[in-house]
């Protein structure tokens, strides 16, 4: 809770993926990887609720083992690789019930999002006033790394300065409920960015990208970023 706002948070973790089958419940580092999100909220100051929706037997059994209290399981519809996430939040909200002042979705393929990124991204929601808030990262080079190559191979200079520019990274979403089910989206006009270093910003979506956030959790590994 921050104030008096009762805060939900909502991990999405369906069985299927395109590219990394089963990957929610691969070990990484040691544990499943959608455990380190979990850990994550679970430390956060500011969630009241965390609730795990899955069609994954496996991922809810973990979620229930690691004292999620009853993971919901996701209907079929809801669960295919065109599936809108935005259908499974209000799902998991239809069967939570309650009223929310805000919804904070974590997906699981952010295994080095932190709990403080959490709560700066909900502080920077309710200080502002803003209808939704983002995490985002800086790009992982400089901006005079950046180029355009033409179609026939010529390098020139990227087409505008990007040396504000940043990427969402997926870590962190919050969405007043309200606004969230009007648009349609978790970035409706006039949404914030929580920007998070690079290091803490990798999205898995692929092995190398699996294998690079491993190196980073485990002890010997380089590390986090700042």
Known sequence: MIGDRRVIGIIPARAGSRRMVGKNTRPLAGKPMIAWT???????GVLDRIVVSSDDPAVLE???????????????????????????VEHALDQVGGLWDYVVLLQPTSPLRQASDIDAAVAL????????VISVSPLSKPAGFHVRVQPDGRIEAPPADLSQICVVNGAVYVARPERLFRDRTFRPEGTLGHVMPVGRGWDVDTADEFAACEARLRPEGPGEAT
């Open 125 to 132: 929601a309710e200080e502002s006033g803003a209808p939704a």
């Open 62 to 88: 973990l979620a229930a083992a690691m004292g999620c209290p009853a993971p919901f399981v996701r209907p079929a519809a809801l669960s295919g690789p065109e599936a809108s996430v935005i259908d499974a």
């Open 38 to 44: 979990l850990e994550a909220a679970q430390g956060s």
